[in-house]
C-alpha cells in the first residue's frame, strides 16, 4: 500500500453533479451492489433447492439413512483430501516463496515467479488426466513400499490399490494444484519485510538461514497462515481432479493408500449429478450447501488473517 | 527486494572476492552442486527409475550429504544454511517436476489427433475412429463470450465504484466479499445457476446460458480485483488536470481515467478469460453434453471443450481407444487456450502500457 491518497479521499475537487455524473455513479453504485445480491443469491437459492431435501424423510434419502449420513462420509473426504494437501504443500510453498524472494539470483526470479504461477494456470481437468495416467501408476511402488515398512501406522495399513487412484494421490494432485496460491501470497510478505531487519541480521554475523528465521518468517508468518488457508479454501473445494483420480467406495476411513475411499462432497455432485433427478437433486444440492458454508467460513478467515497483516505493513 | 548475500558472513556482504571465497574452512562454490550430482546418481541406482522414489532419495541423499561435508569442513551453523539452501533449493525443483511431466504427457498424447478434422467435424453420428471437436470449441467461445459480456460491465463498474466513489462501511463490505467470492468453489456457482433456473424453467433444464452465469459468479470477482489495481495506479494529477477543465466526474472517468488504464484492465480481463475458460465443473451440471453442434445458448444442451474431454476419456466407448485420444488433444487445446491467453495478456500490458511519462 504505497499510495496513501485513494481518489475517493478527494472531496476538495468534487466538480458539480450533473445528471450524467448521477446517472454513472448510481449504475457504478449498483454494480457494487450487485455482487452482494449476488452471493445472497447463491445463498438463498441453495437454501432454496436444498429444502426438500433437508425436510424429507430418511428413506427417501440416497442410501435410505437421511442427510446427515449420506453428507458425513462426503464430508469426512472432503476434508482428509484437503488437510493431505495442506499438509503437503505448505512447507513446499513456503520453501519455494522463500527460493524466490531470497535463493535465486534476482534477475532469475521474476521469472522463475511465471513459472511457479503456470501450475495455477493448467485447468483443474487437465490435472485429473495427469493424475490418473501418470502420477497414480508411478505412486504404486511408493504405496508398497509404505505398507510393507510403515504398515502398522493405521493411515498406511492397506492393501494397496493397483491403480494407485487413493486418496492420498489425490492429496498429493491437491497440494500441487494449491501450491502457486500459497506461495504467491507467502512471496508478498516475504518482499515486504523491511530491508533493514534483513540487513541488520546480516550484519550481526547471520548466516542467510539464520537471517530468514529471524526477520523473514516471523514477519511473514499472518501471510504464510492467511495463505494456506486459501489454499485449502481451493483444496475444499477442488472437483474435477478428484472425480477423474479417486476411486470411490466403502465410507469413512483413515487408510490412504487402498482402493476404498470416501468420495469428496465436489466430486461426488459432479459424478451423481448429471444422472440425477427428483429429490436426488435437491440432496446434491443440500451437499453443496454445506461445501459453500464451510468454504466461505475458511475463505473469511483467511482473508481476514491476510487484511490483518495489510494494515501493518505500513512498517516500510 | 532479496537481498543477495554469500551464505559466508565472515567474508564480507555481497562484495566476497573469488580469493575470499576459498578462505581455510569454507566449501568451493560448486561443492553442493556436486554433490546433489553425486546422490542424484546414487538414487537412479537404488531406485530403480521410479520417478517418485527417485525424486525422495535424491532430495534426502543430498541433503544429509551436504550438511555432513559442511559440517566437518565449516562447523554447525553454516552446516545448517547449506541445509536450508539445499531444501529450498529442492523444493522449486520438486515443484517443477509435475509442470513439465504435466505438459509433456498431454503434449505428446495429444498430438495425435491435432488434425484439421479435429477442429472442422463434430461427433454427429460418429462411433469409433475420426471425429472432432468442433461443437465443443463452438460451444466454449460461445458460452465464455458471453460470461464476459456479463463479467465485464458488472466487474469494471464495481471496480470503479470501489476506487472513485465507494466510501466507508459499504466500500470495506463490498471489498470484502469479493475477496470472499473469489473463494467460491466452482461447482457450488455451477449449482446455484443450476438453482435458479430450475425455478424458471422447472427441473432437468441444461442451457448455454446457464453456464454462462454459472461461471460469470467466478470470473466478476476476478475482474473486480484486477482493475481495482490498475484504477488505483492511475495518477491523480490526471483527474484533478480534468476537474480543473470543468469535465464533469463520470466523463473524467470514461475519458480520462479508463483510458489511461485500458491496458492494465484488457490484461485483467483476459487473465479473467483464462481463468473460467477451462472451468469443467461448473458446466458439467448446467450445460451438460452433446454430440451434436449447437449455437444457441438459449435453447438445450451445447458441447464445451472442458465437459467433451471428461465425457470421452471417462466413457469412451468401445473401442476406447479413438476416444480417448480426442480427451488428450481436447486437453492439449485447452492448455494451449489458457497458455495463449495468458501470453496474450502479458502482451497487452506491454505493448498497450500508458505513455503518461511518469
Do not use: C
Amino acid at each position: 500500500m504505497t499510495a496513501t491518497r485513494t481518489p475517493s479521499d478527494q472531496s476538495t475537487s468534487k466538480p458539480p453533479r450533473r445528471p450524467g455524473d448521477r446517472i454513472f455513479a448510481s449504475t457504478a453504485r449498483g454494480a457494487g451492489i450487485l455482487i452482494l445480491v449476488i452471493l445472497a443469491g447463491v445463498t438463498a437459492f441453495l437454501l432454496y433447492e436444498a429444502l426438500p431435501a433437508l425436510t424429507a424423510p430418511a428413506e427417501e434419502i440416497p442410501g435410505d439413512e437421511g442427510l446427515v449420513s449420506y453428507i458425513a462420509p462426503l464430508l469426512f473426504g472432503t476434508l482428509l483430501s484437503a488437510t493431505i494437501a495442506l499438509v503437503v504443500a505448505t512447507p513446499l510453498a513456503v520453501a519455494i516463496a522463500l527460493f524466490i524472494t531470497h535463493y535465486a539470483p534476482r534477475r532469475m526470479a521474476l521469472w522463475l515467479g511465471y513459472v511457479v504461477d503456470l501450475l495455477a494456470a493448467i485447468p483443474s481437468i487437465v490435472y485429473g488426466f495427469w493424475g490418473i495416467t501418470w502420477l497414480a501408476p508411478k505412486l504404486v511402488p511408493f504405496y508398497r513400499w509404505l505398507e510393507e515398512n510403515l504398515g502398522f501406522i493405521p493411515l498406511f495399513a492397506g492393501p494397496t490399490s493397483a491403480t494407485g487412484r487413493t486418496m492420498f494421490t489425490v492429496g498429493l494432485v491437491l497440494a500441487i494444484m494449491i501450491l502457486p496460491i500459497i506461495s504467491a501470497i507467502s512471496r508478498e510478505v516475504f518482499l515486504q519485510v523491511p530491508t533493514l531487519h534483513k540487513e541488520a541480521a546480516l550484519a550481526l554475523g547471520a548466516t542467510r538461514w539464520e537471517m530468514i528465521k529471524m526477520a523473514v518468517i516471523p514477519y511473514g508468518k499472518s501471510g504464510i497462515i492467511g495463505g494456506s488457508m486459501l489454499g485449502l479454501g481451493r483444496a475444499l473445494g477442488e472437483t474435477m481432479a478428484v472425480a477423474i483420480i479417486l476411486s470411490v467406495s466403502g465410507g469413512i476411513t483413515f487408510n490412504l493408500i487402498s482402493s476404498g475411499n470416501p468420495s469428496t462432497i465436489a466430486a461426488n455432485v459432479a459424478l451423481e449429478f448429471p444422472e440425477s433427478t427428483g429429490i436426488d437433486v435437491n440432496t446434491l444440492i443440500a451437499s453443496g450447501l454445506a461445501l459453500f458454508l464451510i468454504t466461505l467460513g475458511v475463505n473469511m478467515l483467511a482473508r481476514w488473517i491476510v487484511n490483518r497483516r495489510a494494515d501493518f505493513s505500513g512498517a516500510n | 527486494m532479496s537481498v543477495q548475500t554469500p551464505p559466508t558472513p565472515l567474508s564480507g556482504a555481497g562484495a566476497a572476492t573469488p580469493m575470499q571465497q576459498r578462505v581455510e574452512g569454507t566449501l568451493p562454490r560448486w561443492a553442493p552442486t556436486a554433490v546433489f550430482a553425486g546422490a542424484a546418481v546414487a538414487a537412479a541406482l537404488l531406485s530403480g527409475f521410479n520417478i517418485a522414489l527417485f525424486v525422495i532419495y535424491t532430495v534426502v541423499l543430498g541433503t544429509l550429504a551436504v550438511y555432513v561435508v559442511s559440517r566437518v569442513r565449516e562447523g554447525r551453523r553454516r552446516a545448517a544454511d547449506r541445509t536450508v539452501t539445499s531444501i529450498v533449493t529442492s523444493a522449486f525443483g520438486i515443484a517443477m517436476v509435475p509442470l513439465v511431466a504435466l505438459i509433456w504427457e498431454v503434449v505428446s498424447r495429444g498430438a495425435e489427433r491435432l488434425d484439421a478434422e479435429f477442429f472442422t467435424a463434430s461427433l454427429y453420428g460418429i462411433i469409433g475412429e475420426g471425429g472432432g471437436a468442433y461443437h465443443a470449441l463452438m460451444g466454449t467461445l460461445i458460452i465464455t463470450g458471453l460470461t464476459t459480456l456479463i463479467s465485464v460491465p458488472i466487474g469494471l463498474m464495481t471496480a470503479i465504484y470501489l476506487v472513485e466513489y465507494a466510501q466507508g462501511r459499504l466500500k470495506r463490505a463490498i471489498t470484502f466479499f469479493v475477496d470472499v467470492m473469489t473463494g467460491i468453489p466452482s461447482i457450488v456457482a455451477g449449482l446455484f445457476a443450476y438453482a435458479l433456473f430450475v425455478l424458471i424453467f422447472g427441473p432437468g433444464i441444461r442451457l448455454g446460458i446457464m453456464g454462462a452465469v454459472a461461471l460469470s459468479v467466478l470470473m466478476i470477482p476476478v475482474v473486480v480485483r484486477s482493475a481495482e489495481e490498475v484504477l488505483k495506479l492511475v495518477p491523480l494529477e490526471l483527474r484533478e488536470a480534468s476537474y480543473a477543465l470543468g469535465v464533469p466526474k463520470w466523463r473524467t472517468i470514461t475519458k480520462v481515467v479508463i483510458p489511461t488504464a485500458i491496458a492494465g484492465i484488457g490484461t485483467g480481463v483476459t487473465l479473467a478469460i483464462a481463468r473460467v475458460i477451462g472451468e469443467t465443473a461448473p458446466l458439467l451440471i448446467t450445460v451438460g453434453i452433446t454430440n451434436a453442434t449447437n449455437f444457441d445458448p438459449f435453447d438445450g444442451r451445447m458441447a464445451t471443450l472442458p465437459v467433451y474431454a471428461y465425457y470421452q476419456l471417462t466413457q469412451p466407448g468401445v473401442p476406447p481407444e479413438f476416444a480417448i485420444d480426442r480427451a488428450w488433444t481436447a486437453a492439449l487445446l485447452l492448455i494451449m487456450l489458457v497458455m495463449g491467453l495468458n501470453v496474450v495478456a502479458r502482451l497487452i500490458s506491454r505493448f498497450f502500457a500508458p505513455k503518461t511519462g511518469r
